[in-house]
């Protein structure tokens, strides 16, 4: 089975109710690491902007998510880091 079709299976298998746009639109992000089926993460998004993200991830069997972080921003360190929300 390809990669891609691994991880759609695995959102479907989930029992959440997903649109046929947010299965046809699930983002795959390696981390610029090119090796996402050890280090990467699959998503689908609901929103995403500088200041927040909703999604849902899917991690395959082996697939570990790249440590990371979204540190403060601006000239003082003013703004706060990204806020996020995962349901895996």
């Not at 699930?26 to 500088?50: H, P, S, T, V």
């Not at 972080?69 to 929300?85: A, D, F, L, S």
Request: glycine share 6%; proline share 2%.
């Amino acid at each position: 089975m390809k990669y891609e079709e691994s991880v759609r299976k695995a959102f479907q298998d989930s029992n959440i109710a997903f649109t046929r746009e947010e299965l046809d639109n699930i983002e795959y992000a390696d981390f610029g690491l090119n090796n996402i089926k050890e280090e990467g993460l699959n998503l689908i998004i609901y929103i995403n902007n500088d200041r927040y993200c909703a999604k849902e991830m899917v991690l395959l069997a082996g697939q570990t998510c790249p440590e990371h972080q979204h540190p403060r921003r601006g000239r003082n360190q003013e703004i706060e880091g990204k806020e996020e929300t995962f349901r895996v």
